[in-house]
């Protein structure tokens, strides 16, 4: 049976960083996942209905609007599971104008029901330090404690996921200079 997991993590947490370490090294020992990052397939519906030019500029569209592509995205999705294991690269939520918008409300759930979610995570101040690096997205500016305060509300979002699914959660720290052992948590969560 094919396995479907979500990996998630703020902005700056290295998430994708650990994903693209991690599946190499899987498909070499004969472990095989389609990685499809969730924000792309979402970026593709919106842009199709001509709502974006950019990703950063759905987290700024009306909620309803937001709930109607994330939908459609999870349906997408889960017919890739049909196919093979599926790892899913997405946010646990998202920082509007209006407040925190679940990355994966119920609806996305039902559609996808994951059998683990992993949550990656690094320092607060780590996490200001590479957003300020990265120059390839438009980001708006974050405190330190906003962003540890983003941290905490993904831990509790990935539990209630967890809950409505019944899929097991894990947290994997990507501190500085220690992407290897990231790496190593994420090939041994996805064998």
């Given at each position: 049976m094919n396995r479907i997991v979500i990996l998630t993590?703020?902005?700056?947490?290295?998430?994708?960083?650990?994903?693209?370490?991690a599946i190499p090294a899987l498909e070499k020992?004969?472990?095989?996942?389609?990685?499809?990052?969730?924000?792309t397939v979402m970026f593709e519906i919106a842009k199709q209905m001509g709502l974006v030019k950019t990703r950063d500029?759905?987290?700024k569209l009306d909620p309803a609007k937001q709930k109607e592509i994330?939908?459609?995205a999870g349906k997408k999705i889960s017919s890739m599971a049909t196919v093979s294991s599926v790892i899913v690269d997405t946010h646990c939520t998202i920082n509007t104008p209006r407040g925190y918008l679940p990355g994966l409300p119920?609806?996305?759930?039902?559609?996808?029901?994951?059998d683990t979610i992993v949550l990656v995570e690094a320092g607060?101040?780590?996490?200001?330090?590479?957003?300020?690096?990265?120059t390839s997205r438009s980001r708006d500016a974050e405190s330190v404690d906003d962003i540890q305060y983003h941290q905490d509300i993904n831990r509790a979002a990935s539990i209630a996921y967890c809950i409505m699914t019944g899929a097991t959660t894990k947290i994997i720290k990507n501190e500085q200079d220690k992407l290897e052992y990231a790496t190593k948590e994420m090939i041994d969560v996805l064998r």
């Open positions: 993590g703020i902005p700056g947490s290295g998430k994708t960083t650990v994903l693209d370490l020992e004969g472990v095989k996942y389609k990685s499809v990052n969730y924000g500029e759905m987290r994330q939908k459609s119920e609806w996305v759930l039902k559609e996808i029901m994951p607060a101040k780590n996490i200001a330090v590479r957003r300020n690096k990265d």
